[in-house]
């Protein structure tokens, strides 16, 4: 009697499926819905991913799938986002301590002298992409190399400062696609198993094209500003002035600079670099410009703050600093990276149960198997990327999934899948950043001071790499075939 009671008891099993196409296509016009109206009421990003994530777990049950089941599931795609994770704490203890330093400030006080109105965007591209080449992250080179070229912009009259914050993004993409360092041109060699030398030089034939048409524009555009011709103004003045007055200037001021350079010329793990780096640049700011310890630990976490040059040096008053210096200067910390800390592991989860349920092989399964000639081959990759980063907000989830799901395509159509590396890389890095609600797409505008709808027009290098790409698919320039011994 009593097993009988205990097999009533029991539960069935519940039948997983995938989703169906409305189905799998609702969790994506949900998303776009939420932050489309979430944008114009300007709400946090955050909080709105999460408002799309309780559909998608509601859509998870739906197809039979246990809350545990999800959750186990989501919690190792969030074990993936780590070193991503990881950097964002590198980052922000980074530019705390750099600020603290004098190491940023430098390039701001020496670059407003030194370089030009007109050679502004050329200065702000080619310095974060020898920033983001050499140490192989693009967060790293806007947040230092592009924070410092912002900074110089800010305090020149008749600069276009939403142009220079494309530059700086641009250029530190640059180098996420071409740097041996970069974990998204990793993942993209990973995902199609190909050697990454190849797959670097594979890639150089859109990336450098498309730079140079960038750096093109950029001149004209500086060629075509007008210089004031009347020195440099009174805010400026009175910025460098600060500058000047809170700080020491000297060489040993770029010694953390030095470190991380150091770092990636000898191969070292990124994140480590930069907090030996930000600890540096602390004991430069206690032992060389006279703060105190205790503001350096604050800076560390809450960023660097003016009031922090009262403590060390009597007659010095933050707040006659005036608001451009305090707008440059007060930034930096753990704390600020919270936010994007915070949706890069929400998008994960919504990424990780779009995954699990199936709904984004429903949504691009037929694209695949519609696909016939090599132009609509790569296509349908960049289509694809587009929306798979779309909808994880990750790039590096995007180049995964892609890579698994095309490779095979490639190789029966007898293209290398060298092809597919480049073009999932043409199209998925950098894309994030263009996203609103990707941590991209929150970083960048919180580093660089500028939004996307504002710096987006200005990406020129993005946008011609990929028409490159497709001038590629379909001519069959740089497309190369499948051989042997990739088939085997």
């Not at 430069?284 to 800076?299: E, N």
């Not at 001071?449 to 790409?469: D, H, L, N, R």
Request: glycine share 10%; with cysteine; charged share 15%.
């Amino acid at each position: 009697m009593k097993d009988k009671k205990e097999k009533k008891k029991e539960k069935p099993e519940r039948v997983k499926r995938k989703p169906n196409m409305v189905e799998a296509l609702s969790a994506v016009v949900v998303l776009l819905v939420i932050f489309f109206f979430g944008s114009l009421g300007d709400l946090p990003a955050p909080a709105l991913i999460g408002i799309a994530l309780c559909y998608i777990v509601f859509l998870g049950w739906r197809c039979g799938y246990t809350w545990s089941e999800m959750e186990d599931y989501t919690a190792e795609k969030i074990k993936s986002a780590a070193p991503a994770m990881s950097v964002l704490i590198a980052v922000g203890f980074l530019l705390g301590a750099w600020m603290y330093s004098g190491t940023i400030p430098m390039f701001i006080y020496y670059g407003v002298q030194l370089v030009s109105e007109k050679w502004i965007l050329v200065s702000a591209f080619v310095l974060c992409a020898i920033f983001s080449t050499c140490t192989g992250t693009s967060w790293g080179s806007a947040a230092t190399a592009g924070v410092a070229m912002m900074g110089i912009a800010t305090a020149m009259p008749n600069v276009n400062i939403a142009a220079v914050a494309g530059a700086c993004y641009t250029g530190a993409i640059f180098g996420d696609k071409l740097s041996p360092l970069s974990d998204t041109t990793i993942l993209a060699s990973l995902s199609t198993k190909n050697d990454i030398f190849d797959h670097i030089r594979h890639m150089s034939k859109t990336v450098i094209p498309g730079a140079v048409i960038g750096l093109i524009v950029y001149i004209i555009m500086g060629i075509r500003t007008t210089a004031s011709g009347v020195g440099l103004p009174e805010n400026t003045l009175r910025l460098l002035d600060t500058l000047d007055t809170a700080y020491n200037w000297n060489v040993i001021v770029l010694i953390p600079l030095a470190i991380v350079v150091y770092g990636a010329i000898t191969k070292k793990p990124s994140t480590v670099v930069m907090m030996i780096s930000a600890v540096v640049a602390m004991l430069i700011g206690v032992f060389y410009q006279g703060f105190t310890l205790s503001d350096g630990v604050t800076a560390l976490y809450n960023g660097f703050d003016l009031e922090m040059v009262e403590h060390a040096k009597e007659g010095f008053i933050a707040a006659d600093a005036g608001d451009d210096a305090m707008e440059l200067l007060n930034r930096g910390g753990l704390a600020s990276m919270m936010k994007s800390f915070i949706l890069i592991y929400i998008c994960f989860y919504f990424a990780g149960i779009m995954e699990q349920i199936g709904a984004i092989d429903v949504l691009l399964g037929k694209v695949l198997a519609s696909v016939k000639t090599r132009f609509g081959l790569i296509f349908a990759t960049s289509v694809s990327c587009v929306i798979l980063v779309a909808i994880g907000g990750s790039s590096s989830l995007a180049l995964l999934l892609t890579g698994e799901m095309y490779s095979e395509k490639y190789k029966k159509m007898g293209l290398s899948t060298l092809n597919l590396s480049r073009t999932m890389e043409d199209f998925c890095t950098g894309m994030a950043g263009f996203i609103p609600w990707s941590g991209s797409g929150v970083y960048y505008p919180s580093v660089l001071g500028v939004g996307i709808a504002q710096y987006f027009p200005y990406c020129f290098m993005s946008y011609s790499i990929w028409i490159i790409a497709y001038i590629y698919a379909a001519t069959g320039i740089c497309i190369k075939p499948l051989e042997n011994k990739e088939e085997k």
